[in-house]
């Protein structure tokens, strides 16, 4: 079993739409949980950083993690055609190495 | 101004070649890293350099030999390329926290494409 688990996708949704993107853990020492979206011939890019439980808000997009369920979601709102990418989740407990999920890709059509 | 930025963005060669790739960031960060993405787009640390010390080293084939001559610069040196290198690999960089090690966000490059032919 994978540390990290995430679905592949893809995920296909029309513009506007809230997605919703999951990631479950079986590591209990995880304390740090980031989000990072990859464009194609691109790198990751870091977009939600949270620490411990409860949720984070910035701009159209909510990161939640519910450590109890070893869960942890990002929303995204008014989705957008430019939100078409692969989202990446990661978790780290302590200084231990960077954990990453196999990435869901999603489009978003006009 | 890029952040993190590597060279080269492609690199196709022959197996058995030895290849270097470089990285260097501007963050002014003191720990960087590299990473390999297959094609499954499962990314995995290879390497962790804190101040140029060696800190992470992910039972990596030691054909693989990173170099850090400053805390700006982590380069990668592959020797005896293999076709199952072929990936893309990715260096990032992180604030650490004085104790060789890092709980700050990290942030990545745009990758090198290795193809081995």
């Known amino acids: 079993q994978k540390e990290v688990e995430q679905d592949p996708g893809p995920l296909s949704v029309p513009e506007g739409a809230i997605v919703s993107l999951n990631c479950t853990y079986s590591n209990s020492a995880f304390q740090y949980f980031m989000w990072y979206r990859q464009y194609s011939r691109k790198g990751p890019e870091l977009l939600m950083y949270t620490y411990s439980s409860g949720n984070k808000e910035d701009g159209r997009f909510t990161a939640q993690v519910d450590k109890s369920s070893k869960y942890i979601s990002l929303f995204i709102r008014d989705s957008q055609p430019s939100d078409s990418a692969t989202y990446l989740c990661?978790?780290?407990?302590?200084?231990?190495?960077?954990?990453f999920g196999t990435g869901t890709r999603l489009l978003v059509s006009p | 101004d890029t952040a993190v930025s590597q060279t080269p963005k492609y690199l196709v060669t022959q197996m058995g070649n030895d290849k270097s790739i470089k990285c260097e960031q501007n963050l002014g960060h003191d720990t960087m890293y590299w990473y390999k993405q297959d094609s499954k787009k499962f990314l995995k640390i290879m390497f962790s350099?804190?101040?140029?010390?060696?800190?992470i080293n992910e039972t990596v084939p030691n054909r693989f030999s990173p170099k850090s001559p400053d805390k700006a610069h982590l380069n990668l040196h592959i020797n005896s390329l293999e076709l199952g290198d072929s990936a893309v690999y990715f260096c990032?960089?992180?604030?650490?926290?004085?104790?060789?090690?890092?709980?700050?966000?990290?942030?990545f490059g745009d990758g090198t494409r290795l193809s081995i032919l």
């Open positions: 990661a978790m780290k407990a302590g200084f231990q190495k960077l954990v």
């Open positions: 350099y804190n101040n140029k010390e060696l800190i």
């Open positions: 990032a960089s992180s604030q650490g926290q004085g104790t060789g090690e890092s709980n700050q966000p990290q942030h």
